[in-house]
């Protein structure tokens, strides 16, 4: 996988923020923390895709059916003691 290099603006408090993850041991560099960050992100953005598609599945299932807690939880104790 190739790399490319990246110049970024950061606050003097954002800056800090890193310094201090870096000292505290959770990364070895400034690069390191970033491509965390947005490492993260991107699993967080596929996680949102797979409950949004779950949504519209079951948005477009059809008409919501009745459902009575009580009734299903004697109906498990029955089947499943």
Do not use: C
Request: proline fraction near 1%; hydrophobic fraction near 30%.
């Amino acid at each position: 996988m190739g790399t490319v290099r990246k110049t970024i603006t950061l606050t003097d408090q954002q800056d800090n923020w890193i310094k201090a993850q870096i000292d505290a041991g959770h990364y070895t560099n400034d690069s390191e923390y970033i491509r965390d960050l947005i490492r993260r992100e991107q699993e967080r953005n596929t996680e949102i895709e797979v409950i949004r598609a779950a949504l519209i599945a079951g948005e477009s299932s059809g008409e919501p059916k009745s459902f009575n807690a009580d009734v299903f939880k004697q109906k498990m104790l029955t089947s499943h003691g």
